[in-house]
């Protein structure tokens, strides 16, 4: 269906335009209709899974044909159970509390205008992805439960899946009296395409990249629309002098090896040189089948360490591999992590208050924990429902980002016909 | 004391290192140390009006031989008076309520984990500005109030001056015991610096850019940071047909003609085609020496109405200058708003609680307005204190920005040993 002479900006441009109408549209919308729609887009998810499936199996059969990696087949690949997993996704946004039209504070002025900070949907949104098509449901439904119109723009080897997936959205969408167009998915897999969205600032008032480096990269590269992104997870678990020792090896395998892909696992722990226990969480992410690189005081508990370089302590494995250092107390954990954390999420395991008071407030990364594990670095477990992602940035919403992080607010001033003096 | 040889992005990297330093040094400073610095800042500013004043007049007598406009040497003049403005700008900033530790919400999950959002301060922040001395200390003192350090540009043709008043700065926040590179001032006025600032993401946070169009338009084509950015100021007084006729004639006149050169001026007055005391509005507005544009029906009201081109209602004027439309009722309101605004403040007057709540809801302002003066506009009209700007972007802050626009979160989590299962 597409206008063969149309340049990716055109594209992009007619698809804007349909965007900032349908979030109009969205933004006088109930939330019960809201709701209606995504529970109807569940339904729909769960009666097309046929079709989506075989959409899947063309996508998968392809990209093993062009060689995608295990892993990358993996993500790509759905089944019954994913789909239906998909579909719950979207039910559970529907019965999130509504985000919108909260008051986040109220005051009467001393001319008596009454003044509020309401929250609002921020507009549309722009979704970049890679190879899980299920973002293209779990995306739609934040956006659109906030009052935004998105679109999304899947990665090519999950073109057939996320056609397949949109469809169901759009559908479920329609059913309830909403526009479609509240759901778009850009309908080339031409790169353009993306170069296109990160410049289209007149139709686009975020942008959230999910994928890899090298997209999250390109993505801040090149983008003229504000980003909401993810940077590296390179956190920290220290142990201090005055940890519980059976605590700190528990706290320390699950932070490493619990998943060691995801985003909040623990990438280098300090063992304070003066905690007696020292010994024995290196003999357990040993056992637990963890590579252990250490500085030489490290290496000298157990010969299994091997030589951490100077790169180790930069560095995010997503792996069972981990880097461990003793340091100097407190202090030198900080001066550390000041250093080298990529201000993620990181921990301190103690059982003196008052220096995890003092870790608390000293470290500046969007996730602080004392005692507990840093995989808990999650939406889901902090109670926010889907997330759309971690930032790492520092503006707007840090760490799990959810409903609230896709609003924004505006400011309402009831007056009795005040002027300014 | 420049070395020649030293680029611009070697200036703002070592600039910015400095102040990342400074930056954790006040994350962790109190409040009450932060309020002593910016006592002993106004002090010091007072104290050292005679050089102040002194630079002044040397940067006012270049610029006149410069050619520059009357109106920018207004801005760049300062007298006694000014200073002392100055300075107790900066005194008020001491007074305003911490916006640091502040907790946003607070929750104990299910597995007895503790979770708080706590307000801590943005970081680095970089201001870019023109004529205007003044702000050298005003974002000076709202940064540092929020704990941040901050990089400062101003124009060239207020080096001088802002050199005084900088030196005035540092020298209260060093006696006060805190780094004096928390509030650096750009020693060079070579355009390439403010390139250098605006790709230095790695040192910088934020930057707000304080000036005209042109200025903004440029850190928002070449930023790689974050920018809050003000951009027009388009705004939009409704009289609907149930208005109270006198308050809409006060109201109208204060909108527009109070001060016409601020963003929160109206530009574009509405009314309905249904309200009886139209003429007396277009008459009031003229005999207030106010140009009106207008369309027929407008014109058809007074023999001074001008006709309005297609242009003037996409035209902020900033001048005594405004264009009226009478519309067919609040719809038609609405979607020349919709079509129209710059989205930063717009009014409804009415005597009409349900058309004034469908006002508030329906536009998508930063600022909506019922029976009051768009001229409120403004941080300290809002409570707020001294503003670092109004923010037209819908991310991180919107409309006025003050000490709160100026801070980030982070997530505490206070846990027992949990691990995630």
């Known amino acids: 269906m597409n206008d063969l002479t149309q340049t990716p900006e055109m594209l992009i441009a007619a698809m804007g335009a349909r965007a900032r109408a349908a979030a109009t549209a969205l933004a006088s919308a109930s939330d019960a209709q809201k709701i209606d729609a995504l529970r109807r887009a569940a339904q729909a998810l769960r009666d097309q899974a046929p079709q989506i499936l075989a959409a899947n199996a063309r996508d998968v059969e392809n990209a093993a044909a062009n060689g995608l990696s295990p892993a990358m087949l993996d993500r790509l690949r759905l089944d019954e159970a994913r789909v239906e997993a998909t579909a719950a996704g979207v039910d559970q946004v529907a019965i999130l509390d509504n985000p919108l039209g909260r008051i986040i504070d109220k005051q009467v002025r001393p001319n008596g205008m009454e003044l509020s900070r309401v929250r609002v949907p921020l507009g549309v949104i722009g979704i ?3 190879s899980r098509p299920n973002v293209t449901a779990d995306a739609a439904a934040l956006c659109l439960r906030a009052g935004n ?7 090519s080897e999950a073109k057939e899946s996320n ?7 759009a559908e479920g969408i329609a059913a309830a009296g909403l526009p479609a167009d509240a759901v778009q998915l850009v309908p080339t897999t031409d790169r353009a395409a993306v170069g296109a969205l990160l410049k289209a600032s007149d139709f686009i008032d975020l942008i959230v990249p999910r994928g890899g480096k090298s997209l999250v990269a390109r993505v801040q590269e090149e983008a003229r629309v504000p980003v909401l992104a993810h940077l590296d997870g390179i956190n920290h678990s220290y142990v201090d002098g005055a940890a519980d020792p059976d605590m700190a090896v528990k706290l320390i ?17 300090l063992i304070d040189q003066a905690f007696a ?5 290196v003999k357990a992410l040993l056992d637990a089948k963890c590579e252990v690189r250490g500085d ?8 299994r360490v091997v030589a951490a370089s100077d790169e180790d302590w930069d560095t995010e494995y997503l792996d069972a591999i981990v880097s461990v ?12 992590i000041a250093a080298h954390a990529s201000h993620h ?3 301190i395991i103690t059982e003196d208050a008052q220096k995890a008071e003092r870790f608390l407030n000293a470290v500046d990364s969007a996730i602080v924990m004392w005692n507990a594990s840093t995989q808990f670095a999650d939406g889901g477990e902090f109670g926010l429902g889907a997330e759309i992602g971690i930032s790492t940035g520092r503006l707007h919403a840090r760490g799990p980002v959810a409903l609230e992080g896709l609003t924004t607010y505006k400011w309402l001033v009831r007056g009795t016909g005040q002027t300014r003096p």
Chains 1, 2 share one sequence.
Not at 253 to 269: D, L, P, S
Not at 277 to 281: D, G, V
Not at 325 to 336: F, K, M, N, P, T
């Open 128 to 130: 970049i992805y890679e």
């Open 149 to 155: 119109a998105v679109i999304l723009r899947g990665g």
């Open 163 to 169: 056609r397949a997936i949109h469809a169901a959205m």
């Open 253 to 269: 395998v699950n932070a490493k090896m619990r998943r060691t892909g995801i985003c909040g696992a623990t990438e280098t722990v």
């Open 277 to 281: 226990a020292a010994p024995a969480i």
């Open 296 to 303: 030489a005081a490290v290496q000298a508990l157990d010969e």
């Open 325 to 336: 250092r003793l340091v100097d107390g407190l202090d030198e954990a900080l001066s550390h």
């Open 345 to 347: 999420t990181d921990a």
